[in-house]
Structures are given as C-alpha cells and as structure tokens.
C-alpha cells in the first residue's frame, strides 16, 4: 500500500474497525440500531398513541459506555410540583444536538389512572400502555431523589435483563390505576394518523360481520354514524351487487328500504308529470305563454327529478364499507337538493321579474351563482358530518330566501296586493311543505322518543374523534357495546320492548328522515302546480 493510501486510511476508518469498536464498548451494532429505532418510536408517539414500542422496557435504557449512553432523565425545574420530564438522547461526544421530547402534566394526568393492554391481532404478544404512567411515577420518585441515585435506580443490567412491567419501575400499582382490556386491531407505525386510526377503529369486525348480517348502531367505525336514536339495521356491505339488491330488501329489511322507496316513487311520479300531465295542461297550450316560460317548468322538473334519483342513490350505496366512497355518495344526495331549491328559486324569479329583463337576469344569474357555489360546498368533508347537519339547514334556507328578493322587487314595481297574490300559491302549494319537512329533519321526531332502547346523549365531534385516544381506551365500553343498552322501562315491564308505545319500529318504517322525504315530495309536486298557478295569473288571466 502506498504512501497516499495510508494517509487516506486514516480519514476513513474501515467498517471492521468501527464493528469491534462497538463491540468492544459492549452495543452490538444490530441491537444498537433496534433499540435506537424503537426509542425514537417512543418520543414521537408514546405521548398519543399505544404501539407495540411504547412499554417502559424499552424506553428509559442506557449503555455502559459514557459515549453510547441512550437516555437519561432530567429532573423537573421544581422539586415539589410535578411539571414535566425530559428524556434526552445523547449522540456522542462528536455531536451536540440533542433530541427532546417533553410530556406535559395534562396528558400525564389524563392516563395515569389508565394502565391499558392492547392485544394485537397480528402478534402473539400484548404490550402495555404505560408510557404516560411510567412518566409521572418516575417524576414522582426522582423529585425525592439525588440525579446520582436516580441515574443508578434505571440503569440496565445487561441487554436482556431490564425492566418488564410498571410494578419493578414504579413499585406496587395504587388503587387509582384501574387496570383495563382494551383489543386493538391493528398494530400502529409512526405514520399512523390519530385520526384515521380513531375513525377506522373496529372497521375490520363491522367488514367480517357486515357480510352475514346487518348491523347496530355500536359496531359501526364512527364514519357510518349519523343518527344515534336509529340502533338496528344498518348495511355494511363490501359489493355494490348487495347494496343494489337491497332496495328490494333481498338480505332482509334494512333502516334505509322506506327512505329509498319514498323518493323512488317519487322520482316515478315526476316522470309521469312531465311526460304526461305538463303537456296536457293550459300553460302548455296557451299561446300566450312564452316559449322560456315552458322550459322553465321543464328545467325545474329535471331538476327534481334529479334530486329524487340523487337522494334514492345515496340511501342506496350509503351502507358500503368503502369511506371514501360513501363520503362521495353523499355529496350527491347534497347536491340533488342544492340543485333542486336553485331551480325553484328561478322559476319564481322569472315570473315575477319577466316585465323587467335586466333585473330578471341579475336575479337569476346571482341565484345560479350561488347554487353553483353551493355544488362544490356539498362536496366538503366537513358538510357530512352529523354536527354539520344545523349548517346544512340554515345553508339550505339561506338558498331558498333569494326568491324573497325578487317577491320585494315586484312590490316595489307594481303593488302588495298584486305582488301577494301572485307569489301565494308558492307559500302554500310549496313553502310550507318544505318548512314542516325541515322541523323533522332537525329535530329528529319521533325516534327521539322511543323507550326501547337507551339512546347516548351526544356523540363525538369531529375534533374529538380527531385527538382524543380515550375514545377507544377508557370510554370503548361505551362506543362500542356488544348489545345496545336496554331502557329503563324495559327492566320493569319486559315486553315494552316490543310494544308499539316504544317505538322500536322507527329503525326500519316512520323516523324522521322518511317524514323529511315525503313533505319534499309534496313540495315538489306542490311546487309543480303553483308555477302553472303563476303562469296562468300572469299571461293567461291578467
């Protein structure tokens, strides 16, 4: 070897070299990586999630050597008070940046009381969610303690003799830490989303049971829960072929049959109007009445129709086990309505505004602009969620006042009583239908009321099911009960349960969404009739 070599030699230290020195220094260079790697796992995600890496066995551990120490804990600012601890890694005497991760005493607090072990169904060993627990004992007991013995109390014997449970590292359990059960289906890996893992929780038991039976309330993932007074059949089925058959109730009836055939005969009544009854009426014939006049009622009737055949499709496929595609499904149905209140919207601004173009086409054009806006609102995430349902209430009624726009304008160019008479079919072939529709929309009458069953108080919100872990830890027994909880009233009197008087039928026929759908068809039809109505006041008998 020549001279250049050699002294380049020097600057790069051969890979056998650097294995004995580790060697030497007692870290086995493949036990080394693992227990850095599984380290890391723990800063990141100790604090929120439970993973296979979070037992206490693995996360406070140091070498022998001074320059592979791997963790030492930091004593808190104050020696009475209990803020936080730091675990700090120590890279070597050539590095000095230093990683950090700090557990606050809120968090702390939040799941000292809670020493969970989660079963994986993908291993055959249970790990314990100890490492907020661990954090606070381990506070406690080094606020009483010299950094020297508390350094001396965690270091590790040797590499398989370390700490295995709670009880060696913090002493006996108190009665305060309730120990509980909870499954876990899947393992977590650092990309694991909080969110995603909450809201996908208990997916895989509602898939394989989906496909034998229909399900209740509580064996849904969060996503598929909407209206928590309906408890019994709900579809979770994995093919479009069975949710397809179910309009038939081909797998049995389910909780969405009267709210699919509600709007589907609905749909064949508006075919039948305007095939058959349209062209048979006046307004057609009439010359009098202008030709936009006509594919204006055209243009409306599409535009139910369509809001019939969305609504049909979304109760139809909403029962898929495929989130993103139901999240879909359901900015159809949304869309079918916005579409549906644009429409009637128009035709009451073009027979009202006819006399006056410029303000007909503002009008129209700001009506059309806002259901357009209105289209790709539906289609946000955030408008699906049950706490959005007051949004989309108030979004909706918001769309429908623009006619109350054009109804002032024609006060203002003609006169009240003309004004009046010309706009009141709409109010009481339509408007009240609509509104009547709303109240059980939103008020959710009479499932409400049923005694069968005890219904939850509230459900969690988004944000919730967005960060709060204690939704599948401390309160699963409650979010995910085997059977629904049987009411008050059924315990003395057995056969409330069934009785009529409990109103355990408004699962399957009579809630509140079915109610909702048939006061829409009437408002559609009523609205049908109160355009001829206003054409013929306003071209044939004026």
């Known amino acids: 070897m020549d001279s250049s070599s050699k002294s380049l030699t020097q600057y790069i230290p051969s890979p056998m070299g650097s294995l004995s020195r580790l060697k030497q220094k007692g870290v086995d260079n493949f036990q080394k990586v693992k227990k850095s790697g599984k380290s890391i796992y723990n800063y990141n995600y100790s604090k929120f999630v439970p ?50 991760f700090s557990l ?62 709670v009880k060696d590292y913090c002493g006996p359990m108190r009665k305060s830490m309730v120990k509980t059960e909870i499954l876990i289906e899947e393992p977590l890996n650092p990309t694991t989303d909080i969110k995603s893992f909450i809201n996908s929780y208990n997916h895989g038991k509602a898939y394989s049971l989906g496909e034998t039976q229909h399900l209740h309330y509580y064996q849904l993932p969060f996503p598929w829960r909407e209206n928590r007074y309906i408890i019994h059949g709900y579809r979770f089925y994995n093919t479009h072929s069975k949710s397809l058959l ?39 014939r009439n010359s009098q009445v202008p030709p936009q006049a006509r594919w204006i009622v055209f243009m409306f009737l599409a535009a139910a129709l369509k809001c019939m055949l969305s609504s049909v499709f979304w109760h139809t496929f909403n029962g898929t086990s495929f989130l993103k595609l139901r999240s879909k499904f359901a900015c159809v149905d949304y869309s079918g309505i916005t579409i549906l209140i644009t429409a009637s919207i128009l035709t009451t601004e073009f027979v009202t505004m006819y006399s006056c173009y410029w303000a007909m086409c503002t009008y129209m054009s700001i009506s059309l602009a806002l259901g357009v806006f209105g289209v790709f609102m539906n289609w946000s995430p955030r408008f699906d969620r049950p706490e959005a349902r007051p949004l989309r209430i108030r979004f909706f009624i918001l769309l429908a006042t623009m006619g109350v726009l054009s109804f002032l304008h024609l006060i203002f160019l003609t006169d009240l009583h003309y004004a009046a008479t010309l706009f009141s079919p709409v109010t009481y072939k339509s408007v009240v239908w609509y509104l009547v529709g709303v109240v ?61 008087k409990s109103l355990w039928w408004v ?19 009523g609205h049908y009739r109160a355009i001829l109505d206003m054409f013929a006041k306003r071209w044939i008998l004026s």
Do not use: M
């Not at 140091?62 to 009475?80: A, F, M, N, W």
């Not at 179910?246 to 064949?268: D, K």
């Not at 509140?512 to 559609?524: D, E, I, N, Q, R």
């Open 51 to 100: 993973h296979p890496f979070s037992t206490i066995d693995e996360s406070v551990k140091h070498s022998e050597s001074g320059r592979y120490d791997d963790l030492e804990i930091i004593r808190p600012t104050k020696e009475k008070e209990v803020t936080s601890s730091v675990y700090k890694r120590n890279s070597g005497k050539s590095l000095n940046t230093e990683s950090q």
């Open 104 to 165: 606050g005493d809120s968090d702390a607090a939040t799941l000292v009381n809670s020493v969970a072990t989660f079963k994986l169904n993908n291993a055959s060993t249970s790990t314990s969610l100890v490492s907020s627990s661990s954090t606070v004992c381990s506070q406690a007991k080094s606020s009483l303690r010299s950094p020297t013995s508390r350094l001396n109390d965690t270091k590790i014997k040797e590499e398989n003799n370390y700490i295995s449970s």
């Open 440 to 500: 059980f929309y939103g008020s959710f009458i009479p499932e409400r009321f049923r005694s069968d069953v005890q219904v939850d108080k509230t459900i969690p919100t988004n944000y919730e099911l967005s960060t709060d872990l204690e939704i599948i830890t401390k309160q699963r027994e409650i979010h995910f009960r085997e059977v629904p909880t049987a009411h008050s009233k059924c315990s003395s009197c057995p056969s409330h349960a069934k009785s009529f």
């Open 507 to 525: 699962d399957y026929f009579g809630c509140s969404h079915t109610f909702w759908h048939f006061f829409v068809v009437l408002g559609v039809i």
């Open 246 to 284: 179910s309009i038939f109730n081909w797998y049995g009836w389910h909780n969405e049959t009267s709210n699919i055939w509600s709007h589907l005969l609905g749909a064949i009544y508006i075919i039948y109007l305007a095939i058959y009854d349209f062209p048979q009426s006046e307004v057609w």
